[in-house]
């Protein structure tokens, strides 16, 4: 029987498909007003996509180095990580924050509210900094243990184990104890039980699901 609960955040809090669309939508509106700013800014995205998947999986150089990610774009790019933060901010943290209420898994945030007055510890993990989406999204000072790939201390990006690890390790139970939610069996599911967590599909989520996991009534959520 598990005793606490982690969750991924882009895919898992919210579908990804309605904010792709809202993304296009916004990008649709720079290019018609500022369309040569917008070349620079797709190529900085498309470079730092790039990067996580060549980061995926890999061992830190450097565990105590912040945000990978970032520093590995602009050493392709030949520009410093500076010149280029502000648009990764931009795209890929701050857009998104106005529409993630319109598209937000209602269940789950209802069942992750619910734990959270039974006192469930729950936590998060995400390949990007998800506090901003947390707030967003109704969430904030729900979780007793907040992580992201790229911060100081984990390094690594999914499906690497060390993220896991630290996520149980801040949450103060032993791994095997912890239920992992995410979207990607690739990613999440296989870091999940890499290091003895179960992991719950989003597609298979439903809180009564979770709550069996978990050995909790559901009730207030159904």
């Known amino acids: 029987m598990a005793s606490a609960v982690a969750y991924d955040v882009d895919g898992t809090l919210y579908p990804l498909w309605p904010m792709r669309f809202y993304m296009i939508r916004e990008l649709?509106?720079?290019?018609?007003?500022?369309?040569?700013?917008?070349?620079?800014?797709?190529?900085?995205?498309?470079?730092?996509?790039?990067m996580l998947d060549r980061l995926r999986g890999l061992k830190a150089a450097d565990a105590e180095a912040s945000d990978p990610q970032l520093h590995a774009t602009a050493a392709k790019l030949g520009m410093s990580a500076?010149?280029?933060?502000?648009?990764?901010?931009?795209?890929?943290?701050?857009?998104?924050?106005?529409?993630?209420?319109?598209?937000?898994?209602?269940?789950?945030?209802?069942?992750?509210?619910?734990?959270?007055?039974?006192?469930?510890?729950?936590?998060?993990?995400?390949?990007?900094?998800?506090?901003?989406?947390?707030?967003?999204?109704?969430?904030?000072?729900?979780?007793?243990?907040?992580?992201?790939?790229?911060?100081?201390?984990?390094?690594?990006?999914?499906?690497?184990?060390?993220?896991?690890?630290?996520?149980?390790?801040r949450l103060d139970v032993d791994p095997g104890e912890v239920v992992f939610v995410g979207d990607r069996a690739s990613r999440d599911g296989r870091g999940a039980r890499s290091v003895g967590m179960q992991f719950l599909h989003i597609r298979d989520f439903t809180p009564q699901r979770l709550c069996e996991m978990l050995g909790v009534d559901p009730a207030g959520v159904t």
Do not use: C
């Open 82 to 169: 500076d010149d280029i933060r502000d648009i990764v901010h931009e795209w890929v943290a701050h857009r998104p924050l106005r529409f993630l209420p319109r598209i937000e898994n209602t269940d789950l945030l209802k069942t992750i509210n619910m734990l959270h007055g039974r006192g469930i510890p729950q936590g998060v993990y995400s390949d990007y900094p998800p506090d901003d989406k947390l707030a967003a999204l109704g969430l904030a000072g729900r979780f007793e243990a907040v992580i992201w790939s790229g911060q100081q201390g984990v390094g690594e990006f999914k499906p690497s184990s060390r993220g896991f690890a630290e996520i149980a390790r």
């Open 28 to 50: 649709t509106w720079r290019l018609a007003h500022s369309p040569i700013r917008l070349m620079k800014e797709i190529r900085i995205l498309q470079v730092y996509r790039s």
